[in-house]
């Protein structure tokens, strides 16, 4: 009984609680960020991430063009240098 209140008493001052462990702290997901893609060289010089293939899509003036499907940023498909 004497066990019991003393564990009360020491329970009720507020610094004396168990603190459950911190949360472990883990750096940026890199998991999400790069999985299944592969970097290529745009038209442009950029340094672009694409997850799809590359595939050649017909130009109106009658040329071939190598482009880059799925990629991160603004632009879906993106024309790579040859």
Not at 45 to 69: F, K, S
């Amino acid at each position: 009984m004497k066990t019991l209140l003393l564990g009360m008493a020491l329970f009720s001052i507020p610094g004396f609680r168990v603190a459950p462990p911190p949360a472990r702290v883990t750096g940026p997901v890199r998991s999400q960020m790069h999985r299944g893609g592969r970097w290529y060289l745009a038209e442009n010089g950029h340094a672009v991430y694409c997850r799809g293939p590359v595939i050649t899509v017909n130009l109106v003036d009658g040329g071939l063009r190598r482009v880059a499907t799925y990629c991160q940023g603004e632009h879906p498909l993106v024309p790579l240098r040859d």
